[in-house]
């Protein structure tokens, strides 16, 4: 029986060193590919440039007095149909001819093609 228990630690102590190890590596190759993979191109160091924290006060108190707009979504009929009394609507815009296209067509006279149905969709499962 001591023998069987003794066996059990250390494959449990196998188990616990051997993931503790993957851990810490799996860390590792985790933080070498961040430091190796991000880099910042001399482009976009060029366009991070921090702010100056100095900010115009004029400008800022002129935008606390500007008025606030609230935009009105809903339309209102009566108003547009005096705004515009005569409206002539003009007549449909002749729909475009389909052009024929340089590709051939095939020569198989077996050619078949789909062709709809009126049966409605069965699904599975419904």
């Known amino acids: 029986m001591k023998q069987k228990q003794g066996n ?4 449990i102590l196998f188990i616990l060193i051997s993931s503790f190890i ?3 590596a799996w860390i590792g190759f985790n933080l070498y590919h961040i430091w190796a993979t991000t880099t910042v191109s001399q482009d976009v160091q060029v366009e991070l440039t921090p702010i100056d924290p100095v900010f115009d006060p004029q400008t800022i108190q002129q935008l606390k007095l500007r008025e606030n707009i609230n935009p009105l979504f809903e339309s ?3 108003s547009s149909a005096s705004l515009h009394p005569q409206v002539t609507q003009s007549p449909p ?11 051939p067509s095939p020569t198989s006279a077996n050619t078949s093609q789909p062709t709809p149905s009126n049966s409605p969709i069965k ?4």
């Not at 815009?93 to 590709?103: C, E, F, M, N, Q």
């Not at 699904?123 to 419904?126: A, F, P």
């Open 8 to 11: 059990k630690q250390k494959d």
């Open 22 to 24: 993957v851990v810490v």
């Open 76 to 78: 209102h009929a009566s």
């Open 93 to 103: 815009a002749p729909s475009p001819t389909p052009l024929v296209s340089g590709i």
């Open 123 to 126: 699904r599975v499962g419904q």
